[in-house]
């Protein structure tokens, strides 16, 4: 393994630079400015529609809608990542200079998970509202903001495998969003009761949803339990979802 | 002197040390025979072709080879794109890849590059192996891609930048290797320019300015003159072959005495012109691999082109190739 890696430091300097360099490029782009002004638009109008119609200084409803909008507006961010890379060729340029997968993925990543938090930031006129409008529970915004994070970081890097996997960026799309909408569902207390009563031992869906889904680890967090289950099963399923996006991209195995 | 080139001949890849069996002293005369045609039998056994008869290299070089490719095969799901290929290529060694479209030069130039590896056989750069140590191999290693792809939204002077910190260059060794390609490969007017508002032949030379920033001692260019003008062509000939003699000032390989140049193209005149050897390839095979001053000899002799004597060759071989 070491003969195929540089060394943690050096391999840190090289993620920073590809991350810097792609967030760039993605903002220097016209896509990513596009889907990101839309998003917020329609986030923060969604959420203004429902606070001025309910009078409800909370954000309960904005955080329980994130998980589904994500699935598919981060896929939006994530499918340019390697798919641009493979189209245009410059993935053969990218390697030949002397870095693995490993730190090609993560610095992908990395600048995804900028932009990520640039959309997060903008949302934030939300709470300030609710600050000047009432006084809000902030421990419950908070927690919420972590799971909206930690569930957006999972389906990003659901995203850049996708982007690993295709030259076509439509294709790495749906490669994200449908996956990662599925894994969300998987978790809604409907779906759940629809696969429980498909099998005899009337727990399919729970158990599926327990093993699998983000969204019952993303609800713990929206009702402010903070436990290192969640972080393990976020970075978890994070984790693999970047190893599989290197091990794709290391030609050897591919 | 014979003897000695022949010594050295010997040591490197088949079609070589098999191509050099009548030029040993005629005390060695009988026991090379006996082994080139080991060797002989054995490469029949893999389908490889030598070169009839013809003289080894008069290459002067005696370092250990820089690019040494021994037996390489690979296949794309049931095409064979590369079948049982070795060469060698020594520091300071312009050396032409020649063949058709589809021929396996690409393919050969990316298992070099570390981007595929080999099914079958070993490649070694500047001593490291492409599958056991590749990023020491692209440590080492300047390319030059085919279609020359760049990151397009990028100026030029931030892609130089980017490839400089990626392979560890910064500050004043930086700005002094950026410097040096900017100057030779004429990019000064368009630095602040991107990628894609610069013309084929400047995005040709981008390429090879971002291939040789980390001064490696070995240059892999696939089709480099592709979009070039005749002027920039003629220019850019005279600029490969500098390269190859010009002493490495940095980096590990620092003090070596000439890169070894390894680029691929389908005009032979191109590389006649550029090349110290010509390796031949078709469907995959390694058909000729011989001293340009050698082919040059010898289609005077026989009163014909260069074109005329390689493309009969290559038919020759080819036939044998095809039994």
Redesign the interface.
């Known amino acids: 393994m070491s003969k195929h890696q540089p060394p943690l430091r050096e391999g840190a300097r090289l993620s920073r630079l590809i991350a810097g360099r792609d967030l760039a490029a993605a903002l220097d782009s016209s896509i990513a400015p596009v889907v990101l002004i839309a998003s917020l638009l329609l986030v923060n109008t969604a959420f203004m529609n429902g606070f001025f119609l309910h009078g409800r200084v909370e954000m309960s409803s904005f955080f329980q809608a994130m998980p589904l909008f994500l699935a598919v507006f981060l896929p939006a961010l994530s499918m340019r990542l390697f798919a641009e890379e493979h189209k245009t060729r410059t993935i053969e340029v990218l390697f030949s200079l002397p870095i693995s997968p490993r730190e090609a993925v993560l610095g992908k990543y990395l600048a995804a998970l900028g932009l990520f938090v640039l959309f997060l930031l903008g949302t934030l006129p939300i709470p300030g509202l609710l600050l000047v409008m009432g006084e809000p529970d902030l421990g419950a915004i908070v927690s919420g903001y972590l799971g909206v994070f930690l569930i957006g970081a999972e389906l990003l890097a659901l995203g850049v495998l996708a982007s690993a996997i295709t030259s076509d960026q439509i294709v790495a799309f749906i490669a994200a969003a449908a996956p990662g909408a599925t894994l969300v569902l998987l978790g809604d207390f409907r779906v759940k009761r629809v696969l429980d009563g498909l099998t005899a031992s009337q727990s399919l869906g729970t158990d599926i949803a327990s093993w699998i889904s983000p969204l019952p680890v993303f609800e713990e967090l929206l009702r402010g339990v903070v436990g290192v289950s969640s972080l393990i099963h976020f970075g978890a399923f994070t984790a693999f979802f970047l190893w599989a996006a290197a091990q794709r991209l290391d030609r050897k195995n591919a | 002197m014979w003897i000695l080139r022949s010594i050295q001949w010997g040591a490197r890849g088949p079609v070589e040390s098999a191509s050099a069996r009548c030029y040993k002293s005629d005390a060695k005369r009988g026991a090379a025979r006996r082994r080139a045609k080991e060797r002989h039998n054995e490469r029949q056994a893999t389908g490889f072709k030598s070169t009839p008869l013809t003289p080894p290299p008069s290459s002067s070089k005696t370092v250990d080879p820089m690019i040494r490719v021994v037996d390489v095969t690979k296949s794309y799901g049931d095409t064979v794109a590369v079948q049982g290929v070795s060469f060698d290529v020594a520091a300071g060694e312009v050396v032409g890849f020649l063949g058709p479209n589809g021929a396996g030069k690409s393919t050969l130039l990316?298992m070099i590059?570390?981007?595929?590896?080999p099914d079958r056989g070993k490649i070694q750069v500047a001593g490291f192996d492409t599958?056991?140590?590749?990023?020491?191999v692209?440590?080492n290693?300047g390319?030059l891609?085919e279609?020359n792809?760049?990151?397009?939204?990028?100026t030029v002077d931030r892609l130089l930048r980017?490839?400089g910190?990626?392979?560890?260059l910064s500050g004043a060794q930086l700005a002094q290797r950026r410097a040096w390609v900017v100057d030779r490969c004429k990019l000064s007017s368009v630095l602040q320019k991107r990628v894609n508002e610069c013309s084929k032949g400047f995005r040709q030379r981008i390429g090879v300015a971002?291939?040789l920033l980390h001064d490696p001692p070995v240059v892999l260019l696939d089709e480099p003159t592709h979009g070039l003008d005749p002027m920039q062509v003629v220019a850019f000939r005279d600029f490969i072959r500098e390269l190859a003699t010009m002493p490495i000032t940095s980096g590990s390989a620092a003090g070596t005495a000439g890169r070894a140049v390894l680029f691929s193209s389908h005009i032979l005149a191109e590389v006649a012109a550029i090349s110290d050897r010509i390796l031949v390839i078709r469907e995959g095979k390694l058909l000729l691999d011989e001293r340009t001053e050698v082919l040059k000899d010898r289609a005077a002799a026989k009163n014909t082109t260069l074109e005329e004597l390689v493309v009969g060759q290559m038919a020759a071989q080819g036939k044998e190739v095809g039994k």
């Open positions: 990316k590059s570390t981007w595929h590896s599958t056991e140590a590749p990023l020491a692209r440590q290693l390319y891609p279609h792809a760049l990151w397009d939204t990028m980017f490839i910190t990626m392979r560890g971002g291939a």
